[in-house]
């Protein structure tokens, strides 16, 4: 009986491994592929330069986000997909208004002094007669708190706080510094300060200033925010060590309109045996008024576009439905990613996962899994299947943001991680341009997202 056993296992085993063998090596043919597809006969920086170009910047709720929606059902149709709508969504509708002004005002040394800033995503303005205040220097809300409301009353507040180059990562750096652009105006309101400046949250020092989302509380007052460029903030720093009491001027004309209808652009490829199950991939298709937003996120826009196109065009027939979303108002509300996730609870929607790209057109370096350690420890088996692309890791971390709110119906969020050094150089800044984007990079973002869903469609998680 134990011999008997023992032939059934070998002759079992043997069955096995040529198989496994098999698989794997469909699965490599299928991989190279799509590469091949993106980076001899790719469609992602053409229809980026598109995007930037003839559209252009594509602030919510202004008419380049109304033409980027237009372009999006468009494009989605002339690609063949099995059923693209719209879905509406109600957004934000702030409006920067005639260009701002800053200076310093009789410094000791050097008179007045032109300062570089772009008002904050959300903020009100100055009114047409602008502010003048003296300035105070802070890092962070610890130095608020210490100090109270004597100190900043009637002030100016200047959050001086730098993204930390120390960080391999620069999104870390991002993360820690961002928080302050987000609520320090709030914050410095509740101390009863007439306006904020914010340090950009750039990693070079330079002339560009990089705006960004604020945020109010309710019954504190809104005070007037700005980001002012990394190298005028260490010289209005550099003026107030040496001076004590620096006054600055500034003028702002933004200001909140009522909310205005957009929508999210959803394009999909039917399963062949889950049409119910749902993997999606998307970006947002908003961007900042100051450039085109080539980076953020033009680029995750037409890779998620690509990477459904390049399936659909080596002929590949997914188990279960593949999803495009170009979501609306990521920037300043997050209005597209919610409404969608909204709706796919209320109409009980099986998302398998949800994939973005939100971190520029780089080289891809890795894939980012919210989701139990269980789950990551299978898909890093993947992990050879992606090196000869230059994508090494699969490891646990934050997802995205669009798809973040489908957490909260158990979905598993999965974010693509390019080379990140240089995206905070262009981040919310004017030189997002589309000379910035290298073809190649984009492209081999695109593939690698079009990869995944492929091995998540034909292997599951």
Excluded at 69 to 91: C, R
């Amino acid at each position: 009986m134990r011999n008997s056993l023992l032939v059934l296992f070998t002759i079992f085993s043997f069955q096995i491994i040529p198989y496994a063998q098999d698989t794997s090596q469909k699965t490599d043919a299928i991989i190279e592929q799509l590469y091949e597809k993106a980076l001899v006969d790719g469609h992602a920086y053409e229809n980026l330069r598109y995007l930037c170009k003839e559209i252009g910047p594509r602030l919510t709720g202004s008419p380049g986000a109304t033409s980027a929606v237009d372009w999006g059902q468009d494009i989605m149709k002339s690609y063949g997909f099995d059923s693209v709508w719209l879905q509406p969504v109600m957004v934000p509708h702030w409006v920067r208004g005639a260009p701002e002004k800053a200076k310093v005002v009789g410094s000791k040394r050097m008179g007045d002094v032109p300062l570089t800033i772009t008002a904050l995503g959300n903020s009100v303005g100055t009114g047409p007669f602008g502010i003048s205040a003296e300035v105070v220097e802070v890092e962070g809300f610890q130095d608020l708190k210490a100090h109270g409301e004597e100190k900043f009353k009637g002030k100016i507040v200047f959050f001086n706080k730098k993204m930390n180059n120390a960080y391999p990562r620069t999104f870390m750096a991002y993360s820690e510094a961002g928080f302050i652009r987000y609520a320090g105006p709030a914050e410095a309101g509740m101390y009863g300060a007439i306006g904020t400046i914010v340090r950009s949250l750039g990693t070079e020092t330079d002339d560009f200033p990089h705006t960004g989302s604020t945020s109010y509380k309710l019954n504190v007052p809104k005070v007037p925010a700005v980001a002012i460029s990394t190298k005028d903030a260490d010289m209005l720093s550099q003026m107030i060590e040496a001076e004590g009491n620096v006054r600055v001027y500034l003028e702002t004309h933004c200001e909140m309109h009522e909310d205005k209808l957009s929508y999210n652009v959803v394009g999909e490829m039917k399963g062949t045996e889950n049409q119910e199950k749902i993997i999606v991939v998307g970006g947002h298709l908003d961007s900042w008024d100051l450039a085109e937003g080539a980076h953020d996120d033009g680029a995750g826009i037409v890779q998620s576009l690509e990477a459904l196109r390049l399936l659909n065009e080596i002929g590949y027939k997914p188990k279960n439905t593949l999803r495009v979303v170009f979501f609306m108002n990521e920037e300043n509300g997050l209005r597209g990613g919610k409404a969608y996730a909204k709706w796919a609870e209320e109409n009980n929607v099986e998302h398998i996962c949800g994939i973005e790209s939100d971190a520029g057109g780089f080289t891809p370096r890795a894939f980012s899994v919210d989701a139990e350690l269980e789950i990551i420890e299978r898909m890093q088996r993947w992990v050879p299947h992606f090196q000869p692309y230059g994508l090494y890791k699969i490891e646990k971390s934050y997802g995205g943001a669009d798809i973040s709110p489908l957490k909260n119906q158990g979905v598993i969020t999965i974010g693509l991680r390019p080379d990140s050094q240089r995206y905070f150089v262009y981040h919310h800044s004017a030189l997002d341009t589309f000379d910035k984007v290298n073809r190649r990079e984009l492209h081999l973002g695109a593939a690698s997202m079009a990869a995944l869903m492929y091995m998540i469609d034909s292997q599951g998680l």
